[in-house]
């Protein structure tokens, strides 16, 4: 079936994060990163049964959630995952937050490359420990991982876990298998557990592909953990369900423990029918999306070089989050963001939020309609040429 994206909803007055944070009529957000498109049908069918059903209790695991979940990394990704790596958890910041504590003690270093989701320094920084960066090379069209000096950080001993994103949230970026590789065998030389955050895996462009860290060898596979989730491939970031994946039967029994400590591990009822039904029947959907994405990526682009020339795109490998650089204005990327908040009711994301490295650019959520997409656009050139 035909989906069409340009339909649009409107998420006013539903409790909605994005939407409701602020109560002025012109309120534009593209900040966090969540959709505005429906999930899909067959999502929709699930939860309204269970919704039918009308009794919400507690839950437990059935196969098929297992299932879902293998079938998808097989049919998705080319890999095949065993049932029991799989651990459930309420959400990927969550796993975060137990997998720094059950894998370091405070005083304890974390690496992560700049710039990048800001919950890492967060998630690190709650676990009493410290955060070190291994800043990417920006050279002027991507970003470039900096091995020498990512090697140099892993070689302090008190570096005890690294935190991969893959594909990268901000920058847009998908590692490629040699480069996953290198980072991987520098952290098993200096004794580093790789924690890969795959959420944005599945919304990876034409002529890219997602490899998944775990896949590359044995080796990698038994020094890390990944976190995986449907919500932002199909939009149920509200159904608080997510995946840690294991093959380490050590690293399973203690992350196993911290999440049972944090009351992290208790199943959502429509989480659970939501994943199976989106794994299960959600595939025709996915692929739609990300024509339809695809296209709002190539006109945000041409929108910005015919008319915004002050800025640069990076053309985003994945994810529905464009990278703009700023710096050629007279005004920081902070200031560029509080205008266009204040000026003309534009919210986004300021890059400084995802480290220092982060400075300058800001971030853009596309997974909207067109319509909607050209108007934030047109919106910002207001602003900025104002400032010009």
């Known amino acids: 079936m035909k989906i069409n994206f340009d339909e649009g909803t409107n998420r006013k007055n539903t409790n909605s994060s994005k939407w409701d944070i602020d109560q002025r009529p012109d309120m534009l957000p593209m900040w966090v990163a969540d959709m505005d498109f429906k999930a899909p049908a067959a999502v929709i069918r699930a939860l309204e049964k269970r919704v039918q059903h009308g009794v919400f209790g507690y839950a437990r ?26 651990g459930f958890t309420s959400g990927v910041i969550p796993a975060l937050t137990a997998i720094v504590q059950a894998f370091t003690k405070p005083g304890d270093k974390v690496l992560i490359q700049s710039p990048v989701y800001n919950n890492f320094n967060t998630a690190t920084t709650n676990g009493g420990c410290e955060v070190v960066i291994n800043e990417l090379k920006f050279n002027g069209d991507r970003y470039e991982i900096d091995f020498d000096d990512f090697e140099r950080k892993a070689a302090d001993e008190q570096v005890k876990l690294f935190i991969l ?53 044995e080796r990698l596979l ?57 794994y299960n ?14 296209g709002n990526r190539d006109h945000f682009i041409s929108f910005v070089e015919q008319r915004l020339p002050k800025l640069k795109v990076l053309v985003p490998e994945a994810t529905y989050l464009m990278w703009v650089d700023c710096r050629e204005l007279d005004i920081t990327s902070e200031e560029l963001s509080k205008k266009l908040d204040e000026e003309e009711g534009l919210r986004l994301i300021d890059g400084g939020v995802y480290g220092e490295a982060g400075k300058g650019f800001i971030r853009m959520n596309i997974a909207c309609t067109r319509a909607l997409m050209t108007e934030g656009l047109e919106r910002l050139e207001r602003v900025v040429n104002a400032i010009s």
């Open 61 to 86: 695991f059935p196969d098929a959630y297992y299932e879902a979940e293998v079938s998808w990394w097989e049919k998705r990704h080319q890999y095949r995952i065993q049932k029991e790596w799989v």
């Open 222 to 278: 038994m020094n890390s953990i990944t976190c995986t989730s449907p919500s932002k491939t199909f939009n149920l970031a509200g159904l608080k369900t997510a995946n840690v994946i294991t093959a380490n039967e050590e690293y399973r029994e203690k992350l196993k423990r911290q999440l049972h400590i944090n009351g992290a591990q208790e199943p959502n009822v429509f989480g659970i029918d939501g994943l199976i039904a989106a």
């Open 281 to 294: 029947e959600g595939e025709d959907w996915l692929n739609q999306l990300l024509v339809y994405l695809q």
């Open 165 to 217: 994103c893959n594909p990268h949230n901000p920058v847009g970026r998908v590692w490629g298998r040699d480069e996953l590789e290198r980072l991987g065998e520098i952290c098993l030389a200096h004794n580093v557990i790789v924690l890969a955050d795959e959420i944005h895996r599945d919304l990876v462009f034409e002529g890219h592909r997602h490899v998944p860290f775990a896949s590359i060898s």
